[in-house]
């Protein structure tokens, strides 16, 4: 079927090349939603900004680096706490934020004084720390501030430190997506190959476009380690600064994430030959495509089936007990990108879900051609969608369960519709075979809850 | 063509990173493709090689001749 509009967008009908419904035969040569294009004006669009895409999702990650955010303390505010990434030591990125706080003044008379300031203070409450990422913002953008010349400066002055910039204004690019490109190209233009990691194993690879989701790159890290892989960098689940900067050692870039950190991997892949291994790390089956693909690279097929053997032993017969009160289940999608053709073979194939309806905030169209050629015929795809058409959905399709974000997640509960986290998760991790339990699970509860029945009472009778 | 290699049990030339990644991928698409269609186990490697040409050129005419995918012809993307 030709792209819809939707009866809410008749005010709006540019909004009718972003929504798509797949009908028997068609492929994404003949229709294919626009994406990554500007949001129009207008439209509630769910979307977050440049910057949210460089620090919340990728330099945030890190564990033992001051975060620097050059701008008005709400851009710091608010992308700290809001997504959960854990690490080893304590949590130190969860627990602390760091803002030049940027005033009226700053932006008459130039903000450079007081960046310079603030990442001095920085430095010297926090003397065991000796890494820094500097984000520019909207305000500081604007008004010509230049973090790299102030960076170097410091680097000179305090001389063990080392401070990355990555220009990322929030208005720069249409979504989030354009913060991930910038994170990316700058990170490799700046930093790889200036650090030399130690090399213990023959076998060593980058998982790139992992950010360890409430633990999930502990689980992918135990299986490699048990095949007796080395884990140069995550980029950038649980990671250190420094190992990102060694990045250009590794024999193999495994890449989940592709829309957030697929540049990364391109660009090793042109300046150093590192091959690129896209892979799905949710999912029972996909798990074990992904460990089988890496086996065969190294030559490691058995270490891989062992490991498979060991983990589906343990983890298939309560993947099983799901497998049978899940099917028929009708389930949207509705998440940044890449989870729409992650998530929905293995919802469908594996657990007889029926995926309705898919929904991306800042995915290209290279998600849509891989979530429309994975996703099954009736469903609806929409791209950037806005709160209107996700009413309208839902009259629609009437789903079982919504995966998705908080902010779209609060609207739904409103509607008596359970709801999964489908960023941060509810439960996690969800990768690998027991994160594959994990959500399941919070997939059954969230639908058999009796919590949304009772919210539509009124309580008060008669 | 790698595939047809390893469907008709021949041994595959792995010196180069790319060749040994062309090869993990080629070997997991295999083992699926064995497992969904098993009368591509009746084939011999000539017909495998045309069927998996055949397979190739749709997959590009989809991914790539006929993609409305602009960002393929973003010169700098």
């Given at each position: 079927?030709?792209?819809?509009?939707?009866?809410?967008?008749?005010?709006?009908?540019?909004?009718?090349r972003?929504c798509?419904i797949?009908?028997?035969?068609?492929?994404?040569?003949?229709?294919?939603?626009?994406?990554?294009?500007?949001?129009i004006?207008?439209t509630?669009?769910?979307?977050?900004?440049?910057?949210?895409?460089?620090?919340?999702?990728?330099?945030?990650?890190?564990?033992?680096?001051?975060?620097?955010?050059?701008?008005?303390?709400?851009?710091?505010?608010?992308?700290?706490?809001?997504?959960?990434?854990?690490?080893?030591?304590?949590?130190?990125?969860?627990?602390?934020?760091?803002?030049?706080?940027?005033k009226?003044?700053?932006?008459?008379?130039?903000?450079?004084?007081?960046?310079?300031?603030?990442?001095l203070?920085?430095?010297?409450?926090?003397p065991?720390?000796?890494?820094?990422?500097?984000?520019?913002?909207?305000?500081?953008?604007?008004?010509?501030?230049?973090?790299?010349?102030?960076?170097?400066?410091?680097?000179?002055?305090?001389?063990?430190?080392?401070?990355?910039?990555?220009?990322?204004?929030?208005?720069?690019?249409?979504?989030?997506?354009?913060?991930?490109?910038?994170?990316?190209?700058?990170?490799?233009?700046?930093?790889?190959?200036?650090?030399?990691?130690?090399?213990?194993?023959?076998?060593t690879?980058?998982?790139?476009?992992?950010?360890?989701?409430?633990?999930?790159?502990?689980?992918?890290?135990?299986?490699?380690?048990?095949?007796?892989?080395?884990?140069?960098?995550?980029?950038?689940?649980?990671?250190?600064?420094?190992?990102?900067?060694?990045?250009?050692?590794?024999?193999?870039?495994?890449?989940?994430?592709?829309?957030?950190?697929?540049?990364?991997?391109?660009?090793?892949?042109?300046?150093?030959?590192?091959?690129r291994?896209?892979?799905?790390?949710?999912?029972?089956?996909?798990?074990?495509?992904m460990?089988?693909?890496?086996?065969?690279?190294?030559?490691?097929?058995?270490?891989?089936?062992?490991?498979?053997?060991?983990?589906?032993?343990?983890?298939?017969?309560?993947?099983?007990?799901?497998?049978?009160?899940?099917?028929?289940k009708?389930?949207?999608?509705?998440?940044g990108?890449?989870?729409?053709?992650?998530w929905?073979?293995?919802?469908?194939?594996e657990l007889?879900?029926k995926?309705v309806?898919?929904?991306?905030?800042?995915?290209?169209?290279?998600?849509?051609?891989?979530?429309?050629?994975?996703?099954?015929?009736?469903?609806?795809?929409?791209?950037?969608?806005?709160?209107?058409?996700?009413?309208?959905?839902?009259?629609?399709?009437?789903?079982?369960?919504i995966?998705?974000?908080p902010?779209?997640?609060?609207?739904?509960?409103?509607?008596?519709?359970?709801?999964?986290?489908?960023?941060?998760?509810?439960?996690?991790?969800?990768?690998?075979?027991?994160?594959a339990?994990?959500?399941?699970?919070?997939?059954?509860?969230?639908?058999?809850?009796?919590?949304?029945?009772?919210?539509?009472?009124?309580?008060?009778?008669? | 063509?790698?595939?047809?290699?390893?469907?008709?049990?021949?041994?595959?030339?792995?010196?180069?990173?790319?060749?040994?990644?062309?090869?993990?991928?080629?070997?997991i698409?295999?083992?699926?493709l064995?497992?969904?269609?098993?009368?591509?186990?009746d084939?011999?490697?000539?017909?495998?090689?045309?069927?998996?040409?055949?397979?190739?050129?749709?997959?590009?005419?989809?991914?790539?001749?006929?993609?409305?995918?602009?960002?393929?012809r973003v010169?700098?993307?």
């Open positions: 079927m030709p792209t819809v509009l939707f009866d809410c967008d008749t005010a709006i009908p540019e909004r009718k972003h798509y797949k009908e028997m035969g068609e492929d994404t040569t003949q229709y294919l939603p626009s994406s990554d294009i500007s949001t004006p207008g509630l669009s769910e979307r977050g900004c440049a910057y949210c895409g460089a620090k919340l999702v990728i330099g945030g990650v890190l564990k033992d680096t001051i975060q620097m955010i050059h701008g008005p303390v709400g851009c710091a505010y608010d992308t700290w706490h809001t997504k959960r990434y854990p690490s080893d030591n304590g949590n130190f990125q969860l627990k602390y934020v760091w803002s030049t706080n940027l009226e003044k700053d932006v008459v008379f130039g903000g450079e004084r007081r960046l310079k300031a603030s990442i203070e920085a430095f010297a409450e926090m065991n720390i000796k890494r820094m990422i500097i984000y520019t913002t909207c305000a500081t953008a604007l008004i010509g501030d230049d973090p790299k010349k102030i960076a170097a400066e410091v680097q000179k002055e305090l001389k063990d430190i080392d401070i990355f910039v990555v220009e990322c204004p929030g208005f720069a690019g249409v979504s989030q997506s354009k913060g991930h490109h910038e994170f990316n190209i700058s990170w490799m233009r700046d930093k790889v190959g200036t650090w030399e990691p130690k090399i213990t194993s023959p076998y690879i980058n998982f790139i476009g992992d950010y360890n989701i409430q633990e999930d790159s502990y689980v992918c890290e135990k299986y490699f380690h048990k095949m007796g892989i080395q884990i140069i960098a995550h980029f950038t689940g649980n990671t250190t600064y420094d190992s990102l900067r060694g990045m250009h050692r590794a024999k193999l870039n495994l890449v989940n994430c592709a829309r957030s950190a697929g540049y990364i991997a391109n660009e090793l892949k042109k300046s150093y030959g590192i091959p291994m896209d892979i799905d790390s949710w999912g029972f089956e996909y798990c074990k495509i460990l089988r693909k890496l086996g065969a690279f190294f030559s490691l097929e058995d270490k891989a089936e062992e490991v498979i053997a060991e983990e589906v032993e343990k983890w298939k017969p309560k993947y099983d007990w799901y497998k049978t009160r899940l099917p028929g009708k389930v949207a999608i509705w998440t990108g890449p989870r729409l053709w992650h929905t073979r293995a919802l469908e194939d007889g879900m995926v309806a898919m929904s991306s905030k800042f995915g290209h169209q290279e998600d849509f051609e891989k979530a429309i050629a994975r996703g099954t015929t009736g469903t609806i795809y929409i791209d950037d969608g806005n709160e209107l058409e996700f009413f309208e959905v839902i009259e629609k399709v009437n789903p079982d369960l995966l998705t974000g902010r779209v997640g609060d609207l739904v509960k409103k509607l008596h519709i359970p709801y999964v986290n489908g960023h941060a998760y509810h439960n996690g991790p969800y990768m690998g075979f027991e994160g339990v994990n959500m399941a699970r919070d997939m059954y509860n969230a639908i058999n809850s009796p919590l949304m029945k009772l919210a539509k009472e009124d309580l008060r009778g008669g | 063509m790698m595939m047809a290699d390893i469907m008709t049990g021949e041994t595959s030339h792995l010196e180069t990173s790319a060749n040994k990644y062309f090869y993990a991928d080629a070997k698409v295999t083992a699926e064995k497992a969904c269609l098993p009368w591509l186990n084939m011999n490697k000539e017909e495998l090689k045309e069927l998996l040409n055949g397979v190739k050129e749709r997959l590009l005419d989809i991914t790539v001749k006929n993609s409305l995918n602009g960002e393929l010169k700098n993307y």
